[in-house]
């Protein structure tokens, strides 16, 4: 099994119980960082608020960040399952 492979998805009733979880996470990651920037560009019309809107901005930037360590972590979960019928046919069983 190949990392990114886009059929790792529908490997097994598990892989895509897996896909969907990750997905919602990226989402949810992806949803919370468009809101920081949103929330800190905002703050940023008041001189007032400038240290809050820079940590919006921080916070949306770590999130950006967390996107493509999910995607990682699903890939390396999906192969530390494995697939056992691919292995058993390679094993001649």
């Known amino acids: 099994m190949s990392l990114f492979a886009p059929e790792n ?6 892989h895509k119980t897996l896909y ?10 992806d ?5 920081l920037f949103l929330v800190g560009s905002v ?12 940590w919006c901005f921080v916070f ?6 967390v996107k493509p ?3 990682l972590a699903r890939e390396l979960h999906y192969a530390a399952i494995g ?5 058993a046919r390679r094993a001649g069983a």
Request: aromatic share 14%.
């Open 60 to 65: 949306g930037s770590a999130l950006f960040a």
């Open 20 to 29: 969907a979880a990750y997905e919602i996470a990226y989402t949810l990651a």
């Open 9 to 14: 998805r529908t490997l097994s009733p598990r």
């Open 43 to 54: 703050l940023f019309f008041y001189q007032s608020l400038e240290t809050p809107a820079i």
């Open 83 to 87: 697939d056992t019928d691919d292995l």
């Open 31 to 35: 949803f919370a960082a468009a809101m």
């Open 69 to 71: 360590t999910l995607r």
